[in-house]
T-cell receptor, first 112, second 114 residues
Framework: GNSVTQMEGPVTLSEEAFLTINCTYT??????LFWYVQYPGEGLQLLLK?????DKGSNKGFEATYRKETTSFHLEKGSVQVSDSAVYFC???????????FGKGTKLTVNP | DAGITQSPRHKVTETGTPVTLRCHQT?????MYWYRQDPGHGLRLIHY???????DKGEVSDGYSVSRSKTEDFLLTLESATSSQTSVYFC?????????????FGPGTRLTVT
């Protein structure tokens, strides 16, 4: 079945540090890949997505590239801010499927 | 922001009592979902709906039932709550199944079963 594995945190960085959160997946067919962010006390918001191999999703300075050869979708940001402190979820959905499959989430804390 | 509300936002109930959570959308999206979020598990799908009166099970559906009598409302019922159902419950909506369609999430309901 489909599954997502992401690095478990927590991750603690200083402001302006480089961020990488690893995500790898197992899926049949050609899934779409997503990163969601959950700020404290809130629901999940879509951060970025990629729907086919080699696509790069980007938003708010975050980027992730859909790598079919390594089945990966790592999240990166060049310079994190305190306001980026949140839990980040990698997810996938196979074409025609109603279901999002989530990783377990990575908690990021950015200190000033 | 997608127009999704959940009620109640917080609830404490006793083991064995029935509980109903409500999700309401103003987007007229066809698909609605209920997830639960637990530490170490991420989000797991409980049930989903693909239209009025059309529902199906997700991966953790035991102990839960759902109903959708109107496009805008999707109800999740715990017939007899257990402590293992203490969790944060999220509703989500989407327009369709094409891979370009995103799922939009509500603010969540924190349920504690004592």
């Amino acid at each position: 079945g489909n599954s997502v594995t992401q690095m478990e945190g927590p991750v603690t960085l200083s402001e302006e540090a480089f961020l990488t959160i690893n995500c790898t997946y197992t899926a049949t067919g050609y899934p779409s890949l997503f990163w969601y962010v959950q700020y404290p006390g809130e629901g999940l918001q879509l951060l970025l997505k990629a729907t086919k191999a080699d696509d790069k999703g980007s938003n708010k300075g975050f980027e992730a590239t859909y790598r079919k050869e390594t089945t990966s979708f790592h999240l990166e940001k060049g310079s994190v801010q305190v306001s980026d402190s949140a839990v980040y979820f990698c997810a996938l959905r196979s074409g025609g499927s109603e279901k999002l499959v989530f990783g377990k989430g990575t908690k990021l804390t950015v200190n000033p | 922001d997608a127009g999704i509300t959940q009620s109640p936002r917080h609830k404490v109930t006793e083991t064995g009592t029935p509980v109903t959570l409500r999700c309401h959308q103003t987007e007229n999206h066809r698909y609605m979902y209920w997830y639960r979020q637990d530490p170490g598990h991420g989000l797991r799908l409980i049930h989903y709906s693909y239209g009025v009166k059309d529902t199906d099970k997700g991966e953790v559906s035991d102990g839960y039932s759902v109903s959708r009598s109107k496009t805008e409302d999707f109800l999740l019922t715990l017939e007899s709550a257990t402590s293992s159902q203490t969790s944060v419950y999220f509703c989500a909506i989407s327009e369709g199944l094409a891979v370009t369609y995103e799922q939009y999430f509500g603010p969540g309901t924190r349920l504690t079963v004592t």
